[in-house]
């Protein structure tokens, strides 16, 4: 296996999650397939459960691990071909991926977007300008516009916990003071397509999904709808796609709370973290017992074992 960037990279996602599941009951079983083996794992913006998870999940495959936050401990990387560079960036990305191809055999990144330039975020440059230039797999742990290791994590929650042979599964937008990305929702309703569950979103006007993502998904504007008969609540915010990066006012009262919970077939509650409490979703909620978040940052160690045990069997 080259790369992990999307659900698009995989067979069958049944599959992996079952696999992912059998990881998760012994996850020391593998660990010498990764012996003698390093992975680089590349960070322009902050993380915990990335990083670590990530980390973790090495260590039980025996791997060596190395982390570099590029945007504050590296030099300012220049993407461009062709560049004079007499300005703020100081090396190419050509000779810093072949350096790093050098020391590593699998390599992460995670590269978030500007929120500024839309084509550029969606053709997800950063990430397309590392995977031209190195030599050994990549893993994305989370790029401009997809985050496949969170989705894939959310796909094995669901399924340990789902009761119905197909639950309904809300994706809702809430409240966020600062523009986030798009990449959770979309990599999620990817990985939710190839799954057996009915999924709608609920957003606010002006804050639909691109349509590669939504497409044959409900859309309701009002949140209360969407709930009625949930078996999961899936919450995150992003910005506007349409008024690309703004945030939107007057929309506190898309919080997920325990009224909105009560509409629900007794819903799970879930979010990828870090969550701003009484924000995004109330106390009351989040310390809940139907609350997922915790499992489902638990998963994500399983989630990128069977990515790096794919990429460590192909001999890579
Ligand atoms: C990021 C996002 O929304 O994409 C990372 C989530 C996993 N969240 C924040 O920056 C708060
Ligand atoms: N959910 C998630 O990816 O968390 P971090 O940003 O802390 O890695």
Redesign the pocket.
């Known amino acids: 296996m080259k790369k992990f960037t999307s659900v698009t990279d995989i067979d069958n996602v049944e599959d992996w999650v079952r696999k992912a599941l059998e990881i998760k009951k012994n996850p020391l079983v593998n660990n010498k397939i990764g012996a003698n083996k390093t992975i680089g794992l590349l960070f322009f ?9 990530t980390q973790k999940a090495a260590q039980n495959l025996g791997m060596n691990v190395m982390v570099m936050n590029l945007n504050t401990d590296g030099w300012k990387i220049e993407l461009e071909d062709g560049t004079v560079m007499n300005q703020g960036s100081q090396e190419h990305i050509k000779e810093a991926a072949a350096v790093i191809s050098q020391y590593c055999d699998v390599i992460g990144l ?1 590269t978030f977007p500007s929120l500024k330039d839309r084509e550029k975020d969606y053709a997800d440059d950063v990430l397309n300008k590392f995977l031209s230039n190195i030599s050994v797999p990549l893993i994305s ?2 790029s401009a516009i997809l ?1 496949p ?2 989705s894939f ?1 959310d796909v094995i929650t669901i399924t340990e916990n789902k009761i119905l042979k197909r639950p309904k599964v809300v994706l809702t937008w809430a409240p966020h003071p600062k523009a986030l990305p798009q990449a ?1 929702a979309n990599s999620f309703l990817e990985w939710m397509r190839k799954t057996e569950v009915e999924v709608v979103i609920a957003n606010p006007l002006g804050f639909n999904l691109a349509a590669e993502y939504t497409r044959n998904c409900k859309v309701y504007h009002k949140q209360e709808e969407a709930f009625e008969n949930a078996d999961f609540i899936y919450a995150k915010n992003w910005s506007s796609y349409d008024d690309y990066g703004a945030i939107g006012k007057n929309l506190d009262h898309w919080m997920v709370d325990e009224a909105k919970m009560s509409l629900t077939n007794n819903a799970k509650f879930m979010h ?3 969550v701003r409490r009484n924000v995004v979703v109330s106390d009351a909620v989040l310390d809940s017992k139907a609350s997922l978040v915790i499992e ?2 638990n998963n ?1 160690t399983y989630a990128v074992q069977m990515v790096l045990q794919k990429m460590l069997k192909n001999g890579q």
């Open positions: 913006n902050p993380s915990l459960r990335t990083r670590m998870s995670r742990l989370e985050h290791l969170q994590a959770v990828c973290l870090p489902q940052a994500r």
